[in-house]
C-alpha cells in the first residue's frame, strides 16, 4: 500500500523537496521507485509521485515513503512486543 499524494508532499516539503511548477509531479514510469521520492541528481530536488507499481530506482531518486503492505510485517516480533 503506498501513502496518499498529500502525504507525500508533505513529506516531500518537510525533507527540502520542491514542486515542479507549483505542483507534485505526478505519473507513471519504470525508472522511477514505486510511491514518493526527490529527485537527487544534478542538484534537482523534485517531490515525484510514481503510480507504476513496477517502477525501479534508477538511482537518480531516494524513496520518501512506502507503506510495507501488511503480509511483509513481521508479526512475530509484534507478538513479542506485546507478551513481554
Known amino acids: 500500500m503506498n501513502v496518499s499524494k498529500d502525504n507525500?508532499?508533505?513529506i516531500g516539503l518537510s525533507a527540502g523537496g520542491k514542486f515542479q511548477n507549483g505542483n507534485l509531479?505526478?505519473?507513471?514510469w519504470g525508472h522511477v521507485?514505486?510511491?514518493c521520492s526527490i529527485r537527487v541528481d544534478q542538484g534537482d530536488s523534485t517531490i515525484v509521485?510514481?503510480?507504476?507499481i513496477n517502477g525501479?530506482?534508477?538511482?537518480?531518486f531516494t524513496?520518501?515513503?512506502h507503506e510495507l503492505p501488511v503480509s511483509d510485517v513481521d508479526f512475530s516480533l509484534l507478538y513479542l512486543f506485546f507478551v513481554f
Not at 509521485?49 to 507504476?52: G, K, L, P, R, V
Not at 525501479?56 to 537518480?60: G, I, L, S
Open 33 to 35: 521507485p514505486y510511491g
Open 49 to 52: 509521485y510514481n503510480n507504476d
Open 8 to 10: 507525500c508532499a508533505a
Open 25 to 28: 509531479l505526478e505519473g507513471s
Open 63 to 65: 524513496s520518501l515513503c
Open 56 to 60: 525501479v530506482n534508477d538511482e537518480r
